[in-house]
């Protein structure tokens, strides 16, 4: 009996001819979670008939799963996909630093401007403080500061005066800035102007024409702003041109040194 069977398996196995097409579309099935029913024979077969049956069915499994491990085995997805590289990362870039600028010159404290003086005017060929009955004597006034100056001077005359003029010659030290003037003799008998030329602030009284001085002692002052600090008197000077009855008479001179 048993080598019956095996000869019926042996001639089964051999006129087989697998089904490729269907052993696909099944395993096709099975990959996708297909449920494959099976339909239960109504008659219930013999026990032999049943032995056989399962040994053809695993002769044919057998057979055919070698087939199918043939026509299936290939280059797995893996092997014959192209590599994707991987995504690049782009390297932080440097952020880019501005070129340094130059740093500034360090300076210091601002200095002030030195005041231009012009010209200064001609010394005066010597000091001549009396003539005729004219005479004069300059001085610096009590009130001086390191800001503000009076210039002052006295005239004394022995005679009437039909012409006068006087002089006050203030040199431009820095910051020299008119400030006031001030006479004793009537002011409406003088035309005074104050103006500054070649670097000196001049003041300036004229007598006006029909008035007349009296003989006795008078006063003129100049008030003027300076720069801070003792301010030089020594381009200070001023001038004195009158008539009397007996003629012309002409007194100059300097500033004392500021106190």
Do not use: C
């Not at 501005?98 to 003086?117: E, F, I, K, L, Y």
């Not at 035309?191 to 008035?211: C, H």
């Amino acid at each position: 009996m048993n080598e019956e069977i095996s000869r019926r398996l042996r001639e089964t196995a051999e006129s087989h001819q697998p089904d490729r097409a269907r052993m696909l579309v099944r395993i096709e099935r099975g990959t996708t979670g297909a449920t494959v029913r099976h339909r239960t024979p109504a008659i219930t077969r013999s026990r032999p008939k049943a032995a056989l049956a399962g040994l053809v069915t695993a002769g044919i499994l057998a057979t055919g799963g070698v087939a199918v491990a043939g026509i299936v085995a290939g280059p797995s997805p893996s092997d014959t996909a192209p590599a994707v590289p991987p995504p690049t990362v782009p390297s932080p870039t440097a952020t880019p630093r501005p070129a340094p600028s130059a740093s500034p010159t360090p300076t210091g404290p601002t200095q002030a401007p030195t005041p231009r003086t012009g010209s200064r005017p001609a010394p005066l060929p010597s000091s001549r403080a009396q003539n005729g009955p004219l005479w004069s004597a300059s001085s610096m006034g009590p009130n001086n500061n390191i800001y503000w100056a009076q210039s002052d001077l006295i005239l004394k005359t022995a005679q009437p005066l039909t012409s006068l003029t006087v002089e006050l010659r203030i040199a431009q030290t820095g910051g020299v800035k008119n400030t006031g003037n001030w006479r004793t003799l009537p002011s409406d008998d003088f035309t005074v102007t104050v103006q500054e030329a070649e670097g000196v602030l001049v003041y300036r009284w004229v007598l006006k024409p029909g008035r007349t001085v009296p003989a006795g002692q008078h006063e003129f002052a100049a008030q003027y702003n300076h720069a801070m600090g003792a301010r030089s008197t020594t381009a200070d000077n001023y001038r004195v041109d009158a008539h009397t009855s007996g003629g012309p008479a002409s007194v100059w001179g300097g500033f004392p040194a500021t106190r």
